[in-house]
């Protein structure tokens, strides 16, 4: 994980971060059966601080997770507008096709976009902004369109893609917002954000919502890309690379901000309902510092659900934002719900089965972080988890996917990549998206 620091609309890196990695890791969904890759139990430190413990009330409670459904569509980051994705259908997974979509990223500039799926077409974009659309089914390639770039902003990296009726919405690191159509990527309209996006944009009829890395959020109509409202949050001198996007649900939006407040806004009018703050009681380094929700919150049967990775990890009530449970849980990736359980990958390299009730732990497993155990060197990222077809499906930096059991979080399987794996799977019509850092698509069908 690295730190960036907001200059204008440039991002730059200014400290390496190697002391913690976001997390990940195997009846074989893809790939041989093998044994766990690092038998034994790893108890960490960061344990004695953290509410990271299996609670022995739930000993005896079995997980039950709701049948799988398929999802004709995956519009935009973190799946549908409230990023409520629950249990996905996948047949007998394969290899379908692979595909390089263009240029990758690197350590200097991450690509950090993951693709979304509509109507049978993928559309990516690459660290270069040329967005592409291929067919689901084939790969074929259907068209692409190189975004105009700043000659000033050619570094600029960020943003991502979002899918609303007909039309692509694409935030960009040199600080736009951009219309294009899905059929062909006719340019309809641009617009200025006040800095470089963090994530990808947030859309749902009414309005198309992207926020910026110096915690501002810009609402625009999505026909017009006329201003409908913005709002700001506490200003940040450094956050985590990447972002989150926001949840919408109905006509309220659950945004997050690097400084750790999340804020329920009202669409229609940009009107604030209340807010919360996933700012760390104890704060004993630099990297506990960091507040930031880079995780997408999640909105659930009237739950907006959120973590940081300062080590908070709430529980709202969407009509009043009181908090219905808090627990010392800390992430940067966005938490996946299916039925009554929350799984979270959570801070040095543990992924966790949550009631979504009352936030207690039912199974904790330890992910490897360090390509080096012996010498703890070398830091293992992990993305995910995603759940479809009984698997929870994360990946990593090492170009590993892994599929772990929902149910006792033992390791089932894993699969190799072409590359470096930065953003999470993707899952649309009972297929399985792999985005690599070297610009390379995989499809599993």
Not at 129 to 157: C, K, N, Q
Request: charged share 25%.
């Amino acid at each position: 994980m690295s730190l960036i620091k907001k200059t204008g609309t440039a991002t730059k890196f200014v400290v390496a971060l190697t002391a913690m990695t976001a997390l990940s890791a195997c009846e074989s969904w893809i790939g041989d059966d093998e044994a766990p890759p690092l038998p034994g139990e790893r108890l960490s430190v960061l344990l004695i601080d953290s509410d990271l413990e299996p609670d022995p009330r739930l000993a005896d409670l079995k997980v039950k997770l709701p049948k799988p459904y398929k999802n004709r569509d995956w519009p935009q980051l973190g799946g549908y507008s409230d990023h409520a994705m629950h249990h996905l259908d996948v047949g007998g997974i394969e290899e379908a096709w692979s595909r390089d979509f263009g240029d990758g990223g690197d350590d200097e500039a991450r690509l950090l976009s993951t693709p979304v799926i509509v109507d049978g077409v993928v559309y990516v974009v690459d660290i270069d902004y040329m967005v592409s659309a291929f067919d689901a089914e084939t790969g074929d390639r259907l068209w692409e369109v190189d975004v105009e770039i700043p000659e000033e902003d050619e570094e600029a990296f960020g943003g991502g893609l979002a899918y609303s009726r007909g039309r692509l919405f694409l935030t960009t690191g040199f600080a736009s917002l951009i219309s294009l159509g899905a059929k062909d990527g006719t340019e309809y309209w641009r617009v200025d954000l006040s800095g470089p996006a963090r994530s990808a944009p947030a859309v749902n009829e009414d309005a198309v919502i992207a926020i910026s890395i110096d915690n501002q959020t810009l609402a625009v109509d999505p026909a017009t890309g006329e201003k409908k409202w913005s709002h700001a949050g506490f200003s940040e001198v450094a956050g985590m690379i990447g972002g989150a996007s926001a949840a919408i649900y109905k006509d309220v939006a659950l945004v997050p901000y690097t400084s750790g407040e999340v804020f329920a806004i009202r669409v229609s009018n940009g009107r604030s309902l209340w807010s919360d703050s996933l700012t760390s009681l104890r704060r004993s380094d630099a990297l506990s510092s960091l507040a930031d929700v880079r995780g997408a919150p999640v909105i659930d049967r009237g739950v907006g659900y959120a973590v940081s990775q300062s080590g908070r990890m709430v529980a709202l009530d969407m009509r009043s934002g009181g908090r219905i449970w808090d627990r010392r849980v800390g992430g940067i990736n966005t938490p996946w719900i299916a039925g009554d359980y929350l799984f979270v990958l959570a801070n040095d390299g543990h992924l966790v089965a949550m009631t979504r009730r009352g936030g207690r732990v039912l199974w904790l497993q330890s992910l490897p972080i360090w390509e080096d155990e012996e010498d703890l060197e070398d830091p293992i990222n992990w993305v995910g988890p995603v759940l479809a077809g009984d698997r929870l499906i994360l990946a990593n930096n090492l170009g590993e996917v892994y599929t772990i059991s929902p149910y006792s979080g033992e390791f089932l399987g894993k699969i190799e990549v072409s590359g470096p794996v930065r953003v999470p799977p993707v899952v649309a019509d009972g297929a399985v998206y792999i985005q690599t850092e070297d610009g390379v698509l995989h499809a599993y069908r």
